[in-house]
């Protein structure tokens, strides 16, 4: 069998009633481990890209910005200009001689070409080895231009993921409280975090639409510069993917007195929750009363075929891993709300209080993984016979080479999994995967004997 390395025994916890419950996090992926945590840059381009009508330029190698290339399916109901992936293209003499001659001349192109409302500037690795200064460059070009050109200081050896969710929160910051905030209603908000993968955002927003309440920004899910400009503007805050925007709720908290709150638009229960948090902090009691009747009325459409689902899925088992840790709480919930049984779970950026919250949560012997590899996901798929493994594109050939379901719950996918209808697209993706035929082939130790 696969053994933990030593190093990162601290963050596996595998559920025994002996064990002490203690969860080592926010640690750099352990050496040797092909850990499945991205860079800095990833972090910063995953919370930026989805700005629809702002220009995103990547400072460095071309391989870099292969990586962005409609790399997610953050949608726009307008401009795509987020769509292109631009990069300076440094070569071996732009590493010698410096690169800010490159970057001053293809931000002024890009600029006088599309016009955009905005520009962001990709710091990579190499930019970080050879000393570029983005930011002069970029308030040279920012004054000459007359747009905000923000340089994003996400060199990809400074740290992890979490750390480019930071870098873009800065970003942020340097154009929220720039804009006009007179006409904005009482009950308004930001969305933050939900990055309107397959169209969720507007899914959310029909629902707060429905309640009487006035989005003021998304952020940045179908997002708009000039919008973003205006959301210190808004009454609340409430944070979906809270792993990438809890550093900028925070700071808009003490610097324009907005509360947040953290929710998430996943499943039954916690899609009906974040609704009613709202209409608690926002409204009056009539805003509750069309928030009740919403909540009605959209469970009731769905779980007739919920309840079908769950005759075919009662009993089987699942492996849980996702980015964000609020995200792995929904899913257990969503699950459970199917009859299956979550043996595995854990996230690339979750914090010991998460990590708390989903030891309750789960059931006694589940094992919890922080910053996990392919090789622990294989040794906890056979150990606890899973028949489902919900993660990213990286884990996708991990589960079928060991011939178990798989549902991707990633930004890479195209099907909406967000609020009621996205229950009940979540409820088919994982009856399909779970049920299919093709399972019965595979030589394994456990057949899961419901389905068809």
């Known amino acids: 069998m696969i053994d933990i390395l030593k190093d990162r025994q601290n963050q596996v916890f595998e559920g025994r009633k002996d064990q002490k419950f203690e969860m080592s996090c926010d640690k750099i992926s352990a050496a040797g481990s092909v850990s499945q945590r991205a860079c800095v840059f990833c972090g910063s381009r995953v919370v930026l890209y989805p700005i629809a009508d702002a220009v995103h330029l990547v400072h460095g190698p071309v391989g870099c910005a292969a990586y962005t290339w409609d790399i997610r399916g953050a949608l726009s109901s307008g401009p795509e200009l987020h769509r292109l992936s631009f990069s300076t293209d440094l070569k071996e003499k732009d590493v010698v001689f410096g690169g800010e001659k490159k970057l001053y001349k293809v931000l002024t192109e890009l600029i006088d070409t599309y016009h955009p409302k905005a520009a962001f500037v990709y710091g990579t690795c190499i930019v970080g080895v050879i000393g570029d200064d983005m930011d002069a460059v970029c308030r040279t070009v920012s004054r000459e231009k007359g747009i905000d050109v923000i340089p994003v200081h996400s060199e990809g050896f400074k740290g992890t993921k979490k750390n480019g969710y930071q870098a873009a929160c800065t970003a942020l910051s340097n154009i929220i409280g720039t804009g006009d905030i007179s006409g904005i209603p009482e009950a308004s908000l930001n969305i933050m975090g939900d990055f309107n993968v397959a169209g969720e955002t507007w899914q959310i927003k029909s629902y707060y639409k429905r309640m009487g309440v006035n989005v003021v920004a998304s952020i ?148 919890l993984l922080d910053d996990t590899n392919p090789m622990e996901l294989a040794k906890y798929i056979q150990e606890k016979d899973v028949d489902l493994l919900i993660g990213g594109v990286k884990e996708r050939p991990i589960a079928y080479k060991l011939g178990v379901g798989f549902c991707d719950h990633n930004h890479e996918r195209k099907i909406c999994l967000a609020g009621y209808s996205g229950m009940l697209n979540f409820s088919r993706e994982v009856y399909s995967s779970v049920c299919s035929p093709v399972w019965s082939l595979m030589p394994r130790r456990r057949k899961f004997t419901g389905g068809i």
């Open 220 to 367: 940045t899910g179908d997002g708009r510069v000039d919008e973003i400009r205006r959301a210190h503007g808004a009454r609340l805050n409430v944070v979906q993917c809270s792993g990438s925007m809890m550093t900028l709720a925070q700071s808009m908290k003490e610097k324009y007195n907005i509360p947040f709150i953290r929710v998430s638009y996943f499943g039954i229960e916690d899609m009906s929750k974040a609704l009613y948090e709202v209409a608690e902090r926002l409204g009056d009691a009539a805003m509750l009363e069309r928030t009740k009747s919403l909540v009605q009325e959209e469970v009731a459409a769905i779980m007739p075929e919920i309840r079908y689902y769950r005759t075919k899925l009662e009993g089987a088992r699942a492996l849980v891993y996702t980015g964000g840790a609020f995200k792995v709480f929904s899913l257990v919930r969503s699950l459970r709300t199917l009859g299956m049984k979550t043996v595995v779970a854990g996230s690339q950026t979750g914090d010991k209080e998460d990590y708390q919250q989903l030891r309750d949560l789960c059931d006694e012997d589940t094992v």
